[in-house]
Structures are given as structure tokens and as C-alpha cells.
């Protein structure tokens, strides 16, 4: 019998529950406190919860650590992507802005532009932040200890 029975059950139902309020976290997080960083840690936990229960190994099976290297090099990409693509967007004979989010749609009396640029920066901001997170845990993690637990 599996001695974390209780343990293991409780986190398969609660993981789901922490990776919903990570999204809820960050697509209200323009309406609230809350956004792309905080997401990224919150998801992160529930990866981090899953190794801690069931094993690093399990865990790099779920999320491979070659998935974390293209999701903050992603993240950053879509980040500055996003900076850039407003600049090159900006009306002739106007400021170049790196993150003037109005440029990025053309119906600039709504301010729709702003909410695709913000929403846009900030899963850049949730990419980096969750692949970051995980790369250190898994880099502590997956380490080879210097003294047994036995020479304690």
C-alpha cells in the first residue's frame, strides 16, 4: 500500500483547482491585482507540487525541460515581439513607442489596442516567468547530493 495514499489523491484534485486559478489569475489580471508574473509562479507551483509528490521524474515526463528552454525563450520573444511590432506600427511622423499598445489595432478611439497588448505582454510575462521558475527547481532538483542521508 502506498504510504502518501491520502497525499497523492488530494493532489490530483487539487492541482487542476491551482492551474485554473493561475489562468483565472492571469486573464483578469488587466481587470485586477494580478497578472502575467504572478500567474507564471502560480502555475509553476502546481508543476513544482506535482514533482514534490510524485517525483522529479514524473514531473520532467509532464513538463520536459527542453518545453521550459522554448517557453521563456518564447516568452521573452512574444514580450519584445510585442514592443516591436507597436513601434513599426506607429503612425507616420509620430513618436516611435516601444510599448504603445493604440498602434497595434486600427480603431485607436476604443483603446482596443491596448487590451491585445497588454493580454499579449502579459503571457509573454506568464511564458518566462513559469519556464524560469522550473528550470531553477529542476536545476536544484535534479542534482546529485554530496553526502548520503545516512552520513547525516
Known sequence: MNPHL?????SKLLIPV???FGFYVQF???FGPGGGFQ?????AVAVILYALIFGIDEAQRAVPPV?????????????????????????AGEALNFLDYDALHPDQGHHT?????IMLVEIGVLLTVSSVML?????FAGRIPDIADEDW
Open 135 to 139: 528550470s531553477v527547481f529542476y536545476a
Open 67 to 91: 518545453a521550459i528552454r522554448y517557453g521563456a525563450a518564447l516568452g521573452v520573444l512574444l514580450y519584445a515581439g510585442v514592443g516591436v511590432a507597436a513601434m513599426l506600427m506607429d503612425g
Open 28 to 30: 483578469h489580471g488587466d
Open 18 to 20: 491551482i492551474v485554473v
Open 39 to 43: 500567474a507564471g509562479v502560480i502555475l
Open 6 to 10: 491520502i497525499l497523492s489523491v488530494v
Open 113 to 117: 489596442g491596448q487590451h491585445y497588448g
